[in-house]
């Protein structure tokens, strides 16, 4: 089993920063793109930003520079540095990981459950 664990989530108001931590655990023999994807309220979920094992980074264009994306491939986890919040951020964040669990394995993707966020206007 592999479980995906995100955390940092909150209340904060228009302007402000939060910081969102997933942390991989369980049967994992590598990890390849790890990612974060958000669902507003009533919207469809969709991409945020994504990292690669070797630190090449995407990010959808609402989120260039002002969200940031890193990981620690030590402790199999991804961070978002989220500054100069805006409203229109509110969501429920989610991390993915593209995991294999053995030499033998195939990729797989898992998900965490997700972490609201809520920017306050």
């Known amino acids: 089993q592999v479980q995906l664990v995100e955390s940092g989530g909150g209340l904060v108001q228009a302007g402000g920063s939060l910081r969102l931590s997933c942390l991989a655990s369980g049967s994992i023999f590598s990890i390849n793109d790890m990612g974060w994807y958000r669902q507003a309220p009533g919207k469809q979920r969709e991409f945020v930003a994504a990292i690669s094992s070797g630190g090449m980074t995407r990010y959808a264009d609402p989120v260039k520079g002002r969200f940031t994306i890193s990981r620690d491939n030590a402790k199999n986890t991804v961070y978002l540095q989220m500054d100069s919040l805006k409203p229109e951020d509110t969501a429920v964040y989610s991390c993915?990981?593209?995991?294999?669990?053995?030499?033998?394995?195939?990729?797989?993707?898992?998900w965490g459950k997700g972490t609201l966020v809520t920017v306050s206007s």
């Open positions: 993915k990981a593209d995991v294999r669990r053995s030499v033998w394995s195939s990729w797989m993707d898992y």
